[in-house]
């Protein structure tokens, strides 16, 4: 130990500084390179959650569209008997849940073709002036 504060040492010394000093140098520039190698790989698969999240949203929002218009079509048929059986306070009932179903189908969708559109709004707006002369007889 007294060899490293030894004057005639100190070339010696210095040498084994600086080879040491380069060698640390050299394994934080690896280290650093394979940080961010790590954080480039960490990006991509965020980004493949990120898109993997959108397909799920979008596989739940063509799952509650078609539930939805599952209950209309079976709020429909039952109108269809009650108005058969000539029940016109169920006929309100059931022309009301479809009417609802529609209107939830026509907020959750996505900007889908304007044929599309229109025909939700025509059923909607059939509905509504179905209830109200329901309401009227």
């Known amino acids: 130990m ?5 004057p005639a ?9 600086l080879i040491v000093g380069v060698i640390s140098g050299a394994i934080t520039l690896l280290g650093f390179g394979f940080t961010i190698l790590q954080l480039l790989k960490a990006q ?22 078609l539930r939805e218009l599952e209950r209309a079509l079976t709020a429909l048929e039952s109108a ?23 209107h939830n189908v026509m907020i959750a969708r996505d900007a889908g073709s304007t044929e599309e559109n229109s025909n939700l709004t025509k059923a909607h707006s059939v509905l509504s002036s179905m209830m109200v002369q ?4």
């Open 134 to 137: 329901i309401l009227n007889a």
């Open 9 to 17: 040492n100190a070339l010696y010394v210095s040498a084994w500084s």
């Open 80 to 102: 269809n008997r009650s108005c058969r059986k000539e029940a016109w306070n169920d006929l309100y009932d059931y022309c009301s849940v479809a009417r609802t179903s529609v």
């Open 44 to 65: 991509g698969k965020a980004e493949a959650v990120s898109l993997a999240l959108e397909d799920l949203k979008k596989q739940n929002r063509i799952y509650d569209t």
């Open 2 to 6: 007294s060899a490293l504060f030894d």
